[in-house]
Nanobody
Framework: QVQLVESGGGLVQAGDSLRLSCAAS????????MGWFRQAPGKEREFVGG???????NYADSVKGRFTISRDNARNTLYLQMNSLKPEDTAVYYC?????????????????WGQGTQVTVSS
């Protein structure tokens, strides 16, 4: 049974940093694309960033330069380092994995999802 479990969310002030982790179990995702999404109340789930098996990353314009995605294939873990957080970054953050190697911004392209972790940024 495949599981993705996010951790590291919390309540922080604007300008602070957080690092989210996503631990995968049940299968290895070292050859697969993985991504981070977020969903704020009343809004659709949106792409934050993704990483290919090669380590190539891409990001939404709203987080570019502030957020960094990395992966540790030996630990089967995905990370999201978030710096210079803003109140508009407040959302539930989800990690997701695809069954193939390309990153897509469409959440429907992802096959496995975590349960989400809340990030709240106060002004």
């Amino acid at each position: 049974q495949v599981q993705l479990v996010e951790s590291g969310g919390g309540l922080v002030q604007a300008g602070d940093s957080l690092r989210l982790s996503c631990a995968a179990s049940g299968r290895t995702f070292s050859s697969n694309a993985m991504g981070w999404f977020r969903q704020a109340p009343g809004k659709e789930r949106e792409f934050v960033g993704g990483i290919r098996h090669s380590g190539t990353t891409n990001y939404a314009d709203s987080v570019k330069g502030r957020f960094t995605i990395s992966r540790d294939n030996a630990r089967n873990t995905l990370y999201l380092q978030m710096n210079s957080l803003k109140p508009e970054d407040t959302a539930v953050y989800y990690c997701a994995a695809r069954s193939s190697g390309f990153v897509y911004i469409d959440p429907a392209r992802y096959d496995f999802w975590g349960q989400g972790t809340q990030v709240t940024v106060s002004s």
